[in-house]
């Protein structure tokens, strides 16, 4: 239970217990009117569940992992962050983070105990070594910044070196699965092949009819991952023509529906159909995309063109994962130097 008091000297301060602290927790807000809201404020904050704030647990002595993810994890929820990613964050810490980082206070933690935390990882790939690790980083980092610890233990951690995945995906397999899909899975490999979006909720599923221009021939895909995410896609004749004509069909905002709702995943469907399709290497949707690319660079098309397709943050990164399409291009430089005669 939370109380609102007030000093003999008229500071007004809250008090409050939190679940496994032995001591009640307190909370100064100064005099006045104003000071009165801002403790009536917190109430409502507590009440809401955001017990760890950074306010609360700056004064602590001795902060421990398990206190500073919990501020952490409040100051997402405060921030609209989904459901989904704090589960994902409350997985990690609760099964692998915790139980080798909690038994002495972050100001004490080293690089060995965060190796220790690697080592649960041992079975995982890289990437998903990397992208668990990032977020154990971003709590220290997010103590560190608001002055919570004065000691951040993964300040010298680099990411394990990713292999890059190999895409099998041919122009003539995609076909395969096209012809066997569902027609609402026909629909998506349309888009996709034609867009080159990043498949998921950030881009792909996230379009809508709004976003489509027929007087000028153009879609706007909102990105969400760079700065360039954001772009203007031209629209093939053929393409057009398709759109219209789900236009009528649709009773939806969105251009990817099914049975009258907006769609935000379609794994099971494609892997069932890549596997009717008799392909026994690893496809996933984002394939598409990089066959998108490949295929226009192996045919000639411009390698700036296509990184502003892709909503690429620059030509440069287009070019270090995509250079090897280029077809002729090492050739052709090696042809610009003289010869040497005798």
């Not at 000093?7 to 000071?35: C, N």
């Not at 569902?182 to 629909?187: R, V």
């Not at 895909?221 to 649709?250: D, Q, Y």
Request: charged letters at 25%; a positive charge; glycine letters at 4%.
């Amino acid at each position: 239970m939370t109380k609102l008091s007030q000093t003999k000297t008229g500071i007004w301060y809250i008090q409050y217990r939190i679940p496994g602290l032995h001591s009640p927790q307190k909370e100064s807000f100064g005099r006045g009117d104003v000071a009165m809201e801002q403790a009536k404020e917190r109430i409502e904050e507590l009440k809401s569940g955001y017990v760890y704030t950074p306010k609360v647990i700056s004064s602590r002595r001795r902060l421990y992992l398990d206190e500073l993810s919990q501020c952490y994890l409040d100051v997402l929820r405060s921030k609209g962050k989904t459901d989904g990613w704090i589960r994902t964050i409350k997985y990690l810490l609760n099964d692998h983070f915790l139980p080798k980082l909690c038994h002495i206070p972050v100001n004490d933690l080293t690089m060995i105990d965060i190796f220790k935390v690697v080592e649960r990882f041992s079975d995982k790939s890289a990437s998903t070594q990397n992208r668990y690790m990032d977020i154990l980083k971003a709590i220290f980092n997010f103590g560190y910044q608001l002055e919570l610890i004065t000691n951040n233990p993964m300040k010298l951690w680099k990411q394990t070196k990713e292999r890059p995945r190999e895409v099998y995906l041919t122009v003539q397999d995609l076909f395969k699965i096209y012809t066997l899909a569902p027609d609402h899975l026909k629909w998506i490999i349309e888009i996709q092949w034609e867009l080159g979006t990043r498949p998921g909720k950030s881009e792909l599923f996230s379009l809508k009819w709004s976003d489509v221009d027929f007087d000028n021939d153009v879609l706007k895909v909102r990105g969400t991952k760079t700065l360039t995410s954001n772009r203007i896609i031209p629209l093939t004749p053929n393409f057009k023509e398709r759109l219209l004509v789900m236009k009528e069909k649709a009773t939806t905002d969105y251009l990817i529906e099914f049975k009258g709702k907006p769609v935000s995943s379609c794994k099971r469907a494609f892997m069932n159909t890549v596997k009717k399709a008799g392909i026994t290497y690893p496809v996933r949707l984002y394939d598409l995309r990089h066959l998108f690319a490949s295929t226009i660079l192996a045919n000639g098309g411009d390698l700036k063109a296509v990184s502003k397709l892709l909503g690429h943050a620059s030509t440069m990164m287009t070019a270090n994962i995509y250079y090897h399409e280029l077809k002729g291009e090492k050739a052709a430089a090696l042809s610009r130097k003289p010869v040497l005669t005798l």
